[in-house]
Nanobody, 122 residues
Framework: QVQLVESGGGLVQPGGSLRLSCAASGFTLDHYTIGWFRQAPGKEREGVACFTTNDGGAYYLPSVEGRFTISRDNAKNTLLLQMDSLKPEDTAVYYC???????????????WGQGTQVTVSS
């Protein structure tokens, strides 16, 4: 059974950093398309970053590229998202996502975590 459990959200001032973790079970990270989505109040969910299985590359939402870094710890089967230079517009619930197919990073994922709140405010 696939499970995704996020942690690491919280309140941070603009310009600060947070690191999100997603503990995965029931599958191996390398074999799935995996990534992060977010949903801000009143807005649709959007893909933030992901690893594809097509080429193993990392892809980012343009507004976070250069500030966010997606990585994975294969030994712990954990997906990470390092978020630096945070802005108020990054405030959202962040979700870990996974899919067994080689889908687009901005496509429909089969598996979602419960989400973790990130609030960027002074």
């Amino acid at each position: 059974q696939v499970q995704l459990v996020e942690s690491g959200g919280g309140l941070v001032q603009p310009g600060g950093s947070l690191r999100l973790s997603c503990a995965a079970s029931g599958f191996t990270l390398d074999h799935y398309t995996i990534g992060w989505f977010r949903q801000a109040p009143g807005k649709e969910r959007e893909g933030v970053a992901c690893f594809t299985t097509n080429d193993g590359g990392a892809y980012y939402l343009p507004s976070v590229e250069g500030r966010f870094t997606i990585s994975r710890d294969n030994a712990k089967n954990t997906l990470l998202l390092q978020m630096d230079s945070l802005k108020p517009e990054d405030t959202a619930v962040y979700y870990c996502v996974a899919d067994p197919l080689p889908i687009s990073c901005w496509g429909r994922f089969d598996y979602w975590g419960q989400g973790t709140q990130v609030t960027v405010s002074s």
